[in-house]
């Protein structure tokens, strides 16, 4: 058996009050940045049945949007997933959205101009893909050369 004593100064005990308040500091801002974290990393694919939910929708994920959707197209899916449509699937799992449920059905993209995406002022685009009223994807992405394609998820 080992017993060892110490004796308590002033010294360790605000070592000791520091070492707590730090650890305790810490803990509170992690979980606050894991509560922001899940709050924009799945916003739920609600009915979204006018031009205001879909802004709003984009809205949830942090995304600020001309409210005034640039395009509108009409699609069919196809009643399988090709190997493009698979990765464009693998995309929109980070979005918590499955295409496949929606295959052979009508659906509709509503692209709109994004306003605040990270060290691009110009050119980005946010895309939603609605069956009925349902979001079944979405991406952010920029075209052109130097563009890219990426989740709804707002870039940390």
Partial sequence: MLIMSTKLTKAKAIAGVLTGGALLTGLIFAAGHWHN???????????ISDNAGRV???SDWGWE????????????????????????NVLQAENG??????????IKRYTYTVLNYPEKADGVQANLYLCDD???????????????????QYPQ
Avoid: W
Avoid at 37 to 47: D, G, I, L, R, Y
Avoid at 65 to 88: G, M, N, R
Avoid at 97 to 106: I, K, S
């Fill in 97 to 106: 959205l499955d295409l496949t449920a929606y295959c052979g059905q009508r």
């Fill in 134 to 152: 349902t979001v079944v994807a979405g991406d952010i992405m920029a075209p052109g050369a130097d563009g890219f394609i990426a989740s709804l």
């Fill in 65 to 88: 949007v001309d409210p005034s959707a640039i395009e509108t197209l009409d699609l069919k899916l196809p009643d399988t997933l090709d190997s493009s449509y698979e990765e464009y």
């Fill in 37 to 47: 974290q899940k709050v924009h990393e799945t916003p739920s694919p609600q009915n």
């Fill in 56 to 58: 709003a929708y984009l």
